[in-house]
């Protein structure tokens, strides 16, 4: 197995064939809100996918549904954030999340009555026009854009390409990277052209390391921002160690641990303790009367952004 720098992997990677497109939208958004003195966050949801073949049939995947990113991002939107929602295609989204065709198919609250006239039921009516009301409200105010990846190939060119625009609104910019991100992948040099062939019997195939992107994002693309990073295990005695270890190799901000199985009940924050020697870590715990741990979650990184964005004020006025 190689590893690929990040350099190497853009050197030799290509990049996917609309992103001027999107980046252009992009930008104009961040200037937007730059303009409008607004802190902007970048919320990155759901899983990538790993293509085995150039003309894709078969491609690894994992679990994640976007809960945690499409949840989260409304928080941010509630505390006055601007959201640029990088997702999963078909993941779940701000707003519409609350009626996913899975868990809350929204076609069971609707009536019929006749075939121009259809109202939403009674029961449900109230919470539907509460969630209708914010999502009507966020688009009216243009504070939401949401762009779209399916590869791991398509997430990376784009976080790349839209921290490069964030740079520009310096400490404002609050990065949440709760995508669940394959660490491994295929390049396209050593994929098959067409579909793998089951004649030859068993499959074997090495993948390569997906570069560690939060390096330069940290270094050289957006240095001045406020960068959170989520870390996942299915053992928990390795959250804080892997926590401890993601800081210190890369310097951002926070990383949020959290297990697979409780990630919906707990996570833990880890982050750089005062004096700089060690780490600190807290944990948050969903309570009785909540319903969703992202609520806490974001209200603590709010806190902690305002401080970052004073501190850097300080400095500033001391230099
Ligand atoms: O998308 P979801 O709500 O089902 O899961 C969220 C999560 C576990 C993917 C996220 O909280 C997370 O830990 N993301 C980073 C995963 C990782 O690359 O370690």
Request: glycine share 4%; aromatic share 10%; hydrophobic share 40%.
């Amino acid at each position: 197995m190689s590893s690929f720098s990040s350099e190497s992997y853009f050197a030799t990677q290509p990049p996917p064939p609309n992103l001027e497109e999107s980046i252009s939208g992009v930008r104009q958004f961040i200037d937007r809100h730059i303009q409008e003195n607004r802190r902007i966050a970048l919320v990155t949801s759901g899983g990538t996918t790993v293509p085995l073949e150039l003309n894709v049939v078969r491609f690894l995947d994992n679990f994640s549904a976007g809960t945690r990113g499409a949840t989260s991002a409304e928080y941010f939107l509630s505390h006055g954030y601007a959201v640029i929602f990088m997702h999963r295609q078909f993941s779940l989204q701000p707003f519409s999340r609350h009626y996913s065709h899975s868990t809350n198919p929204f076609l069971d609250f609707l009536e019929f009555k006749d075939s121009v006239d259809i109202s939403v039921s009674p029961a449900e009516a109230p919470r539907l026009a509460e969630v209708l009301k914010s999502y009507k409200d966020v688009h009216t105010r243009g504070m939401l854009h949401t762009l779209t990846f399916v590869t791991i190939n398509e997430y990376l060119y784009l976080l790349r390409a839209i921290s490069n625009e964030l740079s520009r609104a310096k400490r404002y910019a609050l990065y949440y990277l709760a995508a669940a991100v394959s660490d491994f992948f295929l390049p396209t040099q050593k994929m098959s052209e067409h579909k793998i062939q089951s004649t030859k019997g068993s499959l074997q195939i090495e993948m390569d390391q997906v570069p560690k992107i939060l390096k330069p994002m940290v270094n050289e693309w957006t240095p001045e921002a406020f960068i959170v990073s989520f870390k996942l295990e299915t053992d928990d005695n390795l959250l804080i160690p892997k926590a401890c270890a993601a800081l210190e190799r890369y310097g951002h901000q926070v990383v949020i641990g959290n297990e697979l199985h409780r990630r919906k009940l707990e996570v833990v924050f880890v982050s750089r303790s005062s004096d700089g020697e060690g780490f600190q870590e807290s944990w948050i715990r969903l309570k009785n009367d909540q319903s969703e741990i992202e609520n806490e979650i974001v209200e603590e990184l709010v806190k902690r952004h305002g401080e970052w964005i004073n501190r850097k004020l300080e400095y500033i006025r001391f230099r």
